[in-house]
């Protein structure tokens, strides 16, 4: 008669522990500072002639095997491959530049170029690799 009554044990809720979790998920992704990519858009070559604008005008720069650079067959130093490209662009917004490199030129002057016709203005940057450039 006196004795202790039987306490059932309540289990333990897991839904405080799953809120908590949801609540730190939501503060990381909103604390979180995401990248700002750059992107620059490569004009891909098109299947056949015919599909190309009659009235585009293209600036070519050779990167050659030896290192040295040409706009449109004029040789150009690196640190004048800006203006040069500029100059072959003029005031055009519909000019397309497109960097041909030889079988052999060095990465670092493939990026240079693009650099170049970046900072020319150009809008459309399109590439090549072509086994030997005749001037």
Known sequence: MFDEPVRKRNMASLTPLIDVVFLLLIFFMLTTSFLKTQS??????????????????????????????????????????????????????????TILAESGSRTQVFVTAIEAARQAGARDVGTARVEKITP
């Open 40 to 97: 620059l858009s490569v004009v891909t070559p098109s299947p056949s002639a015919e599909e190309l604008p009659t009235d585009a005008r293209v600036v070519e720069i050779w990167l050659m095997g030896d290192g040295t650079l040409r706009v449109d067959g004029t040789p150009v130093e690196a640190e004048n491959l800006a203006e040069a490209v500029k100059a072959g662009i003029g005031g055009r917004k519909d000019m397309t530049v």
